[in-house]
C-alpha cells in the first residue's frame, strides 16, 4: 500500500481537457433523452390505473408484488454490472467512454428515462406487461450503478501479485473471474448489493406510478400504496405501508443478506483469521443440514461442475491483446453503424430546445446552481458521519451484529414515505423547504457511501490490525497509515454513487405533493419534476441536459482523477 501522506495530496490541479468520448457520451444522451420526451408526445391521452385500497389487509400481497419487482431489477443489475465493469477495467480506450456514460446515467433522473422506457414497451407489449417491464426496468436503473462502479473498483485494484499469478498459470477468462475476480470483489459486492436494495426501496414509489399531465400509469405495490396514502394525507395508511416495508426488510436481511455476509468473509484478503468473524444464524442452520446439502449437491453442484468444465474447455488461455483489439474493431463498427442516427437524433433535440426560452433557461441556470449548493451540503453532511460510523462497524463484529440490521432496515425505508411527515415538521424552522430537501437527498443518498466504508472496512486484513497493534500505534496514527489508506478506493465510489443519487433524488426533494397540496423550492430537480407533470417536453429534455452537463463536468474534472489516484496509489499489496 502506498505511503498514507499521499491520502492527502489531493490538492493538485484537476483540470483536463475534455475529450472525444464526453462529447460522444454527451450527445448520445441527448439524442435517448429527446427520443424519450418525443415518445411521451405519443402517450394515450388518459390511462387509468388499478384501484389502490389503504386497507392493511392487502399489504401482504402489495408485499410480494414489489418485493418481486426488486427482485427481477437487482438479477438485471448483477448480470449488467459483471459485463460493463469487467469491459471498463480490461480496455481502456472503451473505458474513456464508458465510466463517463456510467456516472452521467446514474445521474439522469428517473422521470427522463421514464418515457422512453414505458413508450417503448408499450408499443410492443401489452398495457400491463408493458408496465411491469417498465416498472422493473426504471428500479434497475436505481441498483445497478453502485453495483457496477463497485466491481469496477474491485477490478482495477486487484493487487498485481495476484494478477501475475493468474498470468502465470495462464487462466482463462473464465477461470480468472472464478478464482480470482469475483473472490476478490464478493464483500464489496454484497454490501453494495444492499445498498442497491435501499435505492430500489428509494424510488419504488416512481417506478409503481408515474403521471405526465392527464397521463396516468400505475401499478399496485408497496410504492402505490404509499403514494396513495402521502395524497390522501392519511398517516395511519403510511404507518402500515412503513411497516409492512421493514419487515419484509428484517425478511430479507435476516434470511438472505446476513447469510451471504458471513459466506463472504471466507474471501477477505488475510493471512490470518478475524477474531469475530460475522454470524448468520440461518447460514448456519443451513450448513448443518443433511437435507439442504443433499439437494444443494444434487441441484447445484454437478451443473456446476459441467458449466466449470465447459467454460473452461472453451474460452482460450490467452485472452489479451488479440481481445482487444477484436473488441477495438467492433467498437469502430458500431461507432460508424450509429453515426447517422446520433447525428439527425442531435437535430432534432436541439429543435426541441429552440422552443425553450431565454428566461427558462435563466431559471434553468439559478436552478442547476442551487441543487449543486444542496449536494455538495449532502454529501459534505453524509462523509462526517459515516466515515466513522462505518469504520466502526466494519472493523467490530459484535458491533455490526447488532448495528448492520439497523442499518439495513433505515437504509432501505423510502425517505420519500417519510417526507411529507418530515415537510411538515421542517416548514416552520428556519429554511423550511431548502432545509427539508437537503434532509431528503441526505436520507436518499448517504447509504451508498456507509455501505462502501463498511466494505472497505471489513475487507482491511486482519494481519494488518494485527500489526497496527503490535507495533502500538495510536488511534491517529492508526487511521492515517492504516484505515484511511485502506478506506480511499470504497470511499471514492461511494461518493460517486452518493452524489449521483443526491442529483437524482432532488426531483423528490424539490418538489413533492402531500395531502393535496404542492411544495417547491428553486432547483433543477424542481424544474425537471415539474416539466414532467405538466407534458413540458422541450423543458423537461432542457433541464435533464443541463443537468446532465454539469454533472459530466464534475465528473471530469474530480471524480475521474479521485478514481486514478486509488487505483494507482491505494490498492491493497
Same mark, same amino acid.
Given at each position: 500500500?502506498?505511503? !498514507? ?28 433523452? /429527446? ?8 402517450? !394515450? ?16 400481497? /402489495? ?10 431489477? /437487482? ?91 493468474? =498470468? ?14 469475483? !473472490? ?118 454437478? !451443473?456446476?461442475? /459441467? ?137 436518499? =443518498? ?74 417547491? =423550492? ?52
Amino acid at each position: 500500500m502506498s505511503h !498514507p501522506s499521499r491520502l492527502f495530496r489531493i490538492a493538485q490541479p484537476l483540470l483536463r481537457p475534455p475529450t472525444w468520448g464526453d462529447a460522444v457520451v454527451f450527445m448520445s444522451l441527448a439524442a435517448l433523452i /429527446y427520443l424519450g420526451v418525443h415518445l411521451g408526445l405519443s402517450a !394515450p391521452p388518459a390511462i387509468k390505473g388499478p384501484e389502490i385500497s389503504l386497507s392493511p389487509g392487502h399489504l401482504l400481497y /402489495y408485499a410480494g408484488l414489489s418485493t418481486g419487482r426488486m427482485a427481477a431489477a /437487482y438479477l438485471l443489475s448483477v448480470i449488467f454490472s459483471l459485463i460493463y465493469g469487467t469491459f471498463a477495467a480490461n480496455h481502456r480506450g472503451a473505458e474513456k467512454i464508458l465510466i463517463p456514460l456510467l456516472d452521467a446515467l446514474q445521474t439522469i433522473p428517473i422521470l427522463s428515462f421514464l418515457p422512453v422506457v414505458l413508450l417503448s414497451f408499450i408499443a410492443i407489449f401489452p398495457l400491463r406487461l408493458a408496465l411491469e417491464l417498465s416498472s422493473i426496468f426504471l428500479i434497475f436503473t436505481s441498483q445497478t450503478w453502485n453495483l457496477t462502479f463497485a466491481w469496477y473498483q474491485s477490478l482495477t485494484t486487484i493487487p498485481r501479485n495476484l494478477t501475475q499469478a493468474s =498470468t502465470m498459470f495462464h487462466f482463462n477468462p473464465w477461470l480468472r473471474f472464478r478464482t480470482l475476480e469475483l !473472490p476478490f470483489a464478493a464483500i464489496s459486492l454484497i454490501w453494495n448489493s444492499m445498498a442497491s436494495w435501499a435505492g430500489g426501496w428509494f424510488f419504488l414509489m416512481a417506478a409503481e406510478i408515474f403521471s405526465a399531465g392527464e397521463r396516468n400509469f400505475r401499478l399496485p405495490g408497496l410504492g402505490m400504496y404509499l403514494q396513495e396514502a402521502a395524497n390522501q394525507g392519511d398517516l395511519k395508511a403510511i404507518a402500515w405501508g412503513v411497516g409492512a416495508l421493514v419487515l419484509t426488510i428484517v425478511i430479507l436481511d435476516q434470511l438472505i443478506w446476513r447469510p451471504l455476509l458471513a459466506w463472504s468473509d471466507r474471501f477477505k484478503f488475510q493471512l490470518s483469521e478475524s477474531e469475530t468473524p460475522p454470524t448468520s444464524w440461518f447460514y448456519d442452520a443451513l450448513r448443518s443440514s443433511r437435507l439442504i446439502r443433499g439437494v444443494t449437491h444434487a441441484l447445484g453442484h454437478r !451443473p456446476w461442475v /459441467y458449466l466449470d468444465e465447459w467454460l473452461t474447455s472453451r474460452l482460450p488461455k490467452a485472452a489479451g491483446e488479440r481481445r482487444g483489439q477484436r473488441f477495438t474493431w467492433l467498437w469502430y463498427t458500431l461507432g460508424l453503424t450509429v453515426a447517422l442516427v446520433l447525428a439527425y437524433e442531435v437535430y432534432q433535440a436541439g429543435l426541441m430546445l429552440w422552443a425553450v426560452s431565454f428566461k427558462q433557461w435563466g431559471a434553468l441556470g439559478l436552478g442547476i446552481l442551487t441543487t449543486l449548493v444542496r449536494v455538495a451540503a449532502a454529501l459534505a453532511i453524509a462523509l462526517a458521519w459515516t466515515l466513522p460510523v462505518g469504520v466502526a462497524i466494519g472493523t467490530n463484529q459484535r458491533l455490526a451484529a447488532w448495528l448492520q440490521p439497523v442499518v439495513q432496515i433505515t437504509a432501505s425505508i423510502p425517505a420519500t414515505a417519510l417526507f411529507p411527515v418530515l415537510l411538515l415538521m421542517l416548514l416552520g424552522l428556519p429554511g423550511g423547504l431548502n432545509l427539508a430537501a437537503i434532509l431528503l437527498m441526505l436520507l436518499g =443518498t448517504q447509504w451508498y457511501l456507509l455501505f462502501n466504508i463498511i466494505a472497505g472496512a471489513s475487507a482491511i486484513p486482519q494481519d494488518l490490525h494485527d500489526t497496527a497493534t503490535l507495533l502500538q500505534l495510536g488511534r491517529w496514527e492508526r487511521w492515517r497509515t492504516l484505515i484511511l489508506p485502506a478506506l480511499f478506493p470504497y470511499a471514492i465510489t461511494g461518493a460517486i454513487t452518493a452524489a449521483g443519487g443526491a442529483w437524482n433524488a432532488s426531483i423528490v426533494a424539490e418538489y413533492t405533493q402531500f395531502g393535496g397540496q404542492t411544495f417547491k =423550492t428553486i432547483g433543477i430537480g424542481s424544474a425537471i419534476a415539474q416539466s414532467a407533470a405538466a407534458g413540458d417536453y422541450p423543458l423537461l429534455l432542457a433541464a435533464t441536459l443541463t443537468m446532465l452537463l454539469t454533472v459530466g463536468t464534475i465528473n471530469r474534472l474530480v471524480w475521474q482523477r479521485l478514481y486514478r489516484m486509488a487505483e494507482s496509489r491505494y490498492r491493497m499489496e
